[in-house]
């Protein structure tokens, strides 16, 4: 749970982020919420020698050279990582949590949501993935009269979608490209599974707002930019356009899982290398932001 974000929908919000996403974009800033699986991320800039993971039965940290060092394939229970690097070099993403918990932390935020018309994000990950528990957890928001916000890449069966329609606030839709090969390409997935959700959603007439991520040699030049928004101006109902910009926040977390990171190297892209796609969506009629 991430509190006080200003960025993934109205007022003052507490994101909750959950783990596993049906896509595998290769520019991800979030690589630790793409398994539905815990992960251990070792960080070994932090690694003080102390060798308390060492003594771990599954024997997947040993010393080599006198260097704390991870055999993945050895790693048995996951979640006994938690606590037990002193320097927190060793962390695991993902825990089970059940809806009391969720909603007794979520309370404690109360009065920032009233006082800024605020609430709650769900994001990942995928949230929709989790459809059946998350259920639950938004139906008793909803009962609270707490607004609930929900990022989503609508990569997912329209029955995981549908029965959320009447007690979401606002989706916050991800709309990474228009072109079906390139979509495969560089997510993995299928795009006329998103665009379907998009047009059956945009039917109902709920509110959303559609998230452009920007990223380079995928779909940040204009004319692929002017395809993406065209596409959105010809939608029914859709009057809001996040453009997110590219960045390398999350970069070490792939060598930290002990995976590699294809998009080594390539520059974050700056807000001023926006201003032709705001111009343009203006022009189509649409409320523009960088960054939500």
Not at 13 to 29: A, E, Q
Not at 37 to 46: A, G, N, W, Y
Not at 124 to 148: C, H, M, R, T
Not at 234 to 241: E, H, T, Y
Request: glycine letters at 8%; a neutral charge; charged letters at 25%.
């Amino acid at each position: 749970m991430q509190r006080y974000s200003t960025h993934d929908g109205e007022g003052i919000r507490t994101n909750i982020f959950f783990k596993g996403c049906p896509l595998r974009c290769v520019w991800c800033s979030n690589p630790e919420s793409q398994s539905y699986s815990q992960e251990i991320l070792f960080d070994e800039t932090r690694c003080l020698g102390f060798g308390d993971c060492t003594h771990m039965t599954d024997g997947a940290f040993y010393f080599r050279h006198g260097k704390v060092e991870i055999n993945r394939k050895a790693i048995r229970k996951t979640g006994s990582y938690r606590d037990i690097c002193p320097s927190r070099a060793i962390s695991v993403a993902g825990y089970e949590q059940s809806v009391k918990k969720i909603l007794n932390e979520i309370e404690k935020d109360l009065f920032f949501f009233q006082q800024s018309n605020g609430g709650i994000t769900l994001t990942g990950g995928e949230p929709f993935a989790q459809s059946e528990w998350l259920y639950n957890l938004v139906s008793d928001l909803y009962e609270k009269n707490i607004p609930v916000s929900a990022e989503t890449c609508l990569h997912i069966p329209w029955k995981k979608i549908n029965p959320y329609i009447p007690l979401i606030y606002e989706f916050l839709i991800d709309l990474k490209h228009v072109d079906a090969i390139k979509f495969k390409s560089f997510t993995g997935g299928n795009l006329d599974l998103v665009l379907n959700n998009l047009h059956l959603l945009d039917e109902y007439h709920v509110s959303y707002r559609l998230r452009i991520p920007v990223i380079p040699e995928f779909n940040h030049s204009r004319s692929e930019m002017e395809r993406i928004i065209d596409y959105a101006a010809a939608l029914k109902n859709c009057q809001k356009i996040d453009f997110i910009p590219y960045h390398l926040f999350g970069t070490n977390k792939y060598k930290m899982l002990g995976k590699s990171y294809l998009f080594e190297g390539i520059p974050a892209v700056r807000n001023e290398e926006l201003t032709s796609y705001l111009q343009y969506a203006k022009e189509r009629g649409f409320q523009v932001t960088i960054g939500g």
